[in-house]
């Protein structure tokens, strides 16, 4: 899969894999160089070939590391590759013979909630953090089972989609409950896939006859604060404080606020998270998110499409691609080749990708007039 992705990159780019200068491969389950084996497939050109590992976050953080190459002036061209191959079922630790990277994650949930053996790990943290907001606020968590609703409409016209099958709330509200407020429509599905982007700086595109009519205006990549263990609110432990950071710094840095953004692709692995990150990407005030979902301020026709590919609760989530599968449903989006899920007249579009453990990454794409 990673090989067939970096293919359709770089053939969607037009160029030769020859012409790449280094490679930043994102999987989470797998063994130590399998970005090589993945590229191999394409020819052994002895370039560096970097393997990262950033957990659900994985993939923007391959971009990013891409993006950072280019934009230092250490290379010209670099691509980004991701890829997961995964076992059904809820998400589960590898290792177990050993102490783990989210013990204090964990720690934190456990003093929060109680502890929970028979729950999804992932689905704690994030019913969890949905509930929080729930007693804080009064709202109806009924509301969260919108999103999966709105997921499928939008994923109903993404061919690369998962499930494409509309739904309605009733059907969401009435599957097994699987934790808190989250029943099983709202969580995102384990999901085998790849997804590749091409980075590179205006004088190689120019040079070799390439579009530069998409361009990354600003990316941030953060990780925990002491708040994220010291708070006692769930919503931080799961990435909320993360994604604001990296949010306002792309923002202060692109010189524009969350109002300019038509389209967004952001982080849905649970309904409770995407209703979260509307505040936490100042999509809508703090204490709004209920109403920005009533009013359609979250899809065609409202303040702001987001994930108009279907997002993970549809499209799915292979943990190492999903990032570079949200920077290529952008790029459609801001090249007009998005078909019938279309975000009309798009020229900015806002990535958000979360893992725990932590790290969040907040991208921002623009169209601009090629040259």
């Known amino acids: 899969m990673g090989e067939q992705a970096a293919r359709a990159a770089l053939t969607d780019a037009g160029i030769d894999y020859s012409l790449v200068q280094q490679a930043y491969v994102g999987y989470v389950y797998g063994d130590s160089t399998s970005g090589q084996a993945a590229l191999y497939g394409l020819g052994q050109t002895g370039i560096p070939v970097i393997n990262v590992n950033n957990n659900c976050s994985t993939g923007s953080s391959a971009l990013w590391l891409a993006r950072q190459a280019v934009q230092a002036g250490i290379v010209d ?18 290792y177990t013979d050993r102490p783990g990277p989210m013990a204090r994650q ?26 929080a907001y729930v007693d804080e606020f009064g709202i109806d968590p009924a509301v969260f089972a919108e999103i999966s609703v709105k997921a499928r409409k939008h994923a109903a016209n993404n061919p690369n989609a998962v499930f494409r099958d509309l739904v309605t709330a009733e ?11 989250l029943t099983r429509l709202q969580c995102c599905p ?7 982007a091409v980075v590179c ?20 990549l953060v990780t925990d604060t002491p708040a994220t263990f010291e708070s006692g609110d769930l919503r931080k432990v799961v990435g909320y404080d993360m994604a604001v950071n990296a949010a306002n710094a792309v923002y202060e840095a692109a010189g524009i606020g969350p109002e300019d953004v038509p389209v967004v692709e952001l982080h849905d692995c649970f309904t409770t998270n995407e209703f979260l990150t509307y505040e936490a990407l100042g999509l809508t005030p703090t204490g709004t998110a209920e109403k920005f979902i009533k009013d359609g301020d979250n899809t065609y026709g409202g303040r702001v499409v987001t994930n108009p590919s279907g997002g993970l609760l549809s499209k799915g989530h292979p943990l190492g691609a999903t990032g570079l599968a949200q920077c290529a449903e952008l790029v459609w989006q801001l090249r007009g080749q998005a078909g019938a899920r279309q975000a009309e007249g798009a020229t900015l579009g806002l990535q958000h990708n979360l893992g725990l453990g932590g790290a969040c990454v907040v991208t921002l794409f623009q169209k601009v007039d090629a040259r």
Do not use: N, W
């Open 171 to 181: 059907q969401v509200l009435a599957s097994p409950t699987i934790y808190g407020p």
């Open 77 to 94: 061209c670099a691509l980004a590759l991701g890829f997961e191959q995964m076992v059904p079922g809820a998400l589960s630790s590898v």
């Open 190 to 196: 384990p999901t085998c896939g790849a997804a590749a």
């Open 201 to 220: 700086s205006p004088a190689f595109a120019r040079k070799h006859g390439l579009s530069t009519e998409i361009v990354i205006r600003a990316q941030s």
């Open 106 to 131: 964990e720690a934190a949930r456990d003093a929060i909630l109680g502890a929970d053996d028979q729950s999804p790990m992932a689905a704690q943290f994030f019913g969890g953090a949905g509930q």
